[in-house]
């Protein structure tokens, strides 16, 4: 069995975590990742209200009895969402674990604390991850570029991002992007990671709260099927290239601003998407992993295989590369 750090300080029985996924991260995705021994997380702000939020959370208790987590993803806005409110609802649920993303989370963690949560922080540099261990955070999750959503504007590699964290950091770290098999576990823990973070994967299961024609496109896409959109704003997103983001692109391109395509990009028309498998009805996001996905397993198929791969690869391939 597979078991590093991470697992003892998260409780989990495997080092394989479902982070949050806006309109993806809902209760019966996160139970079934918990049900398989992995570390599964509902996203906060897919729930309209903070009363919505401890519905979810509840609901996902009647699912499974195993530790799952919040995500909470705090982002700039003229008209932010209650943060504060969310929070509240997570430790008034009784939730223990915590992911946070986005902005700098020093404004939550005390509260977090004193609850006795513990949280695993998001980023996309190895500043900010040096960061986040020094406000106390109990893990780091980085994200390398080729992963779906924000990947920060660094633009370095799970290859080169994952190790030259693991030199600065002591919590547990977990890799992120581009990781979609046992193969990507494998070179994670390499790499001097505790383990990963799947999202687009976790996407193409039976399980996923989202219409079959994304999880097909998902097995049909190669890992070129991706576009970078907002990078002339210094915002950059990878998104599944489709009709809407290929133009987004273009008209930023061409020297135009973010009102030009605002409602390009409007978030309930990738929600829609999601919901109705209109493919070119708006942007969705999509890793590069794409390229790595063949089928649509269970969530339970999916981390059993990684796990058992996983030891099989390290006990076999690997082991045998080395000479007596």
């Not at 390499?190 to 996407?203: K, S």
């Not at 970078?228 to 599944?240: D, E, Q, S, W, Y």
């Amino acid at each position: 069995m597979v078991h590093t750090k991470f697992c003892d300080v998260f409780g989990v029985d495997y080092p394989i975590v479902q982070g949050g996924m806006q309109w993806v991260g809902r209760a019966e995705l996160t139970a079934a990742v918990a049900n398989a021994g992995g570390l599964g997380f509902l996203t906060a702000l897919t729930q309209p209200t903070p009363e919505a939020l401890a519905a979810e959370i509840a609901r996902c208790r009647e699912m499974t009895d195993k530790p799952f987590g919040v995500n909470l993803t705090i982002l700039p806005a003229i008209d932010p969402p209650p943060y504060a409110e969310y929070r509240d609802a997570i430790i008034e649920s009784g939730v223990g674990i915590v992911e946070t993303a986005g902005s700098n989370p020093a404004e939550h963690l005390p509260a977090f604390r004193e609850a006795g949560v513990k949280v695993l922080h998001k980023c996309t540099s190895v500043r900010h991850a040096v960061k986040a261990q020094e406000l106390g955070v109990d893990g780091i999750s980085i994200d390398g570029f080729e992963c779906a959503g924000h990947p920060g504007e660094d633009d370095i590699g799970g290859l080169v991002l994952i190790p030259a964290a693991a030199q600065r950091i002591s919590v547990p770290l977990i890799a992120s992007g581009g990781i979609g098999d046992a193969r990507g576990l494998v070179a994670a823990l390499a790499l001097g990671a505790d383990g990963v973070n799947m999202g687009t994967r976790f996407v193409a299961t039976q399980e996923a709260p989202v219409h079959d024609n994304v999880k097909r496109r998902l097995v049909e896409a190669t890992e070129l099927d991706t576009e970078l959109i907002f990078r002339p704003l210094r915002n950059t997103a990878r998104v599944a290239s489709n009709d809407v983001s290929r133009e987004v692109v273009r008209i930023l391109d061409e020297g135009g601003r973010f009102e030009d395509v605002r409602e390009l990009v409007a978030g309930t028309r990738g929600r829609e998407v999601l919901r109705t498998g209109d493919l070119d009805g708006g942007i969705w996001t999509a890793g590069t992993v794409q390229g790595l996905i063949h089928d649509i397993p269970t969530v339970a198929e999916l981390i059993d295989r990684i796990v058992i791969e996983a030891e099989a690869l390290i006990k076999g391939r690997l082991a045998e590369t080395v000479g007596g």
